[in-house]
């Protein structure tokens, strides 16, 4: 029997949210290059598996953190899965932007929290986990408390796990690198020895080159 993070892996490489270019590479808003790609925002545009991810992500929560009072989802990725899912669970919903508005009430968190509220982070995807803390830090500075982040997606890499530790947050993803991978290759979108190389891309992103 499929685990989900094969099942969702295999759902993301049908609808090409998932793009694997060994020796094509693409280049990331921090300047990385990386055989890997992946566009979870893809998913929106088909109403099943849309709906996958809303009622596993809400299962999630559920199971990991049933105390939750709010779902917050990360601006911009993340708004309207952490929007769908707080609907599914019937819970209040915030979203948390990278920065303050710069007109207006100025806000940086939108929606409203209340101070004591147990709250539960929605992320379509962490890489280095940077901005996903962020958020996780100005809900903490809002008085309340961040019990857990759910996320679509993760690379995996030992800077996030580092940073997620550190900052004492519990991650659940619906899928991950290693589950996508495998997937790829079991249906042939790429050969054994593309593994190699995205594993040597995986062990030093920063550094990486063909």
């Known amino acids: 029997m499929k685990t989900l993070e094969k099942i969702f892996a295999d759902k993301l ?20 290059k990386s055989p890997f790609y992946c566009d979870n925002r893809k998913t929106l545009s088909y109403p099943e598996l849309r709906s996958f991810v809303k009622i596993e992500t809400a ?30 669970l019937a819970l209040p919903f915030v979203y948390v932007r990278s920065k ?8 940086l968190i939108e929606g409203e929290l ?14 280095t986990g940077g ?3 962020k958020a996780v830090e100005a809900i903490r500075n809002n008085g309340c408390d961040v ?3 759910v996320a679509a997606y ?22 991950n690198y290693e589950a996508v991978v495998e997937e790829a290759l079991r249906i042939g979108y790429i050969k054994e020895a593309d593994v190699e190389l995205l594993n040597a891309w995986r062990k030093d992103p920063a550094h990486w080159a063909i």
């Open 13 to 32: 490489l049908k609808v090409k949210a998932i793009k694997l270019q060994p020796t094509n590479p693409f280049t990331w808003a921090s300047g990385w």
């Open 59 to 88: 299962r999630i929560i559920l199971e990991h953190f049933p105390e939750v009072d709010a779902i917050a989802g990360v601006a911009t990725g993340a708004i309207p899965q952490g929007a769908l899912v707080a609907d599914e």
């Open 154 to 175: 993760t690379y995996g890499f030992e800077v996030a796990t580092k940073a997620f530790r550190e900052a004492k947050v519990q991650l659940v993803t619906l899928t």
């Open 114 to 127: 209340r101070p004591g509220m147990k709250v539960v982070v929605v992320e379509d995807l962490i890489s």
């Open 147 to 149: 019990i857990g982040m």
């Open 131 to 133: 901005s996903s803390l």
């Open 100 to 107: 303050p508005k710069d007109h207006g009430l100025e806000n």
